[in-house]
């Protein structure tokens, strides 16, 4: 079955740096979209960045882009979101998404917090 498995959150100064990790299985991974979104407390879950295709087209919310940049590793079924720069806006929970014949799957998701 499809399981994605999220990691690499933490607490981190503002300023820092952090890469998140997402750990796909049970589908073809080179093939498929995948996107992370980002949810803070009392808020609604957010789009954050998309990659897709080959050679892979990204996508960027316009509050991370030049900040946060998205990549893929086929080899590993693994898509990554390095974050530069962070901001105490930026915390959140992270989850990796996608999306296979209609259906969402979410990751389990991975705190990050801004924060000096």
């Known amino acids: 079955q499809v399981e994605l498995e999220d990691s690499g959150g933490g607490l981190v100064q503002p300023g820092g740096s952090l890469k998140l990790s997402c750990k796909a299985s049970g589908f073809i991974f080179s093939n498929t979209a995948m996107k992370w979104y980002r949810q803070s407390p009392g808020k609604g879950r957010e789009f954050v960045a998309e990659?897709?295709?080959?050679?892979?087209?990204?996508d960027y919310a316009d509050s991370v882009k030049g900040r946060f940049t998205i990549s893929g590793d086929n080899r590993k079924n693994t898509v990554y979101l390095q974050m530069s720069s962070l901001e105490p806006r930026d915390t959140a929970v992270y989850y990796c998404?996608?999306?296979?014949?209609?259906?969402?799957?979410w990751g389990q998701g991975t705190q990050v917090t801004v924060s000096s």
């Open positions: 990659i897709s295709g080959f050679p892979p087209l990204t």
């Open positions: 998404n996608t999306i296979i014949q209609g259906a969402y799957y």
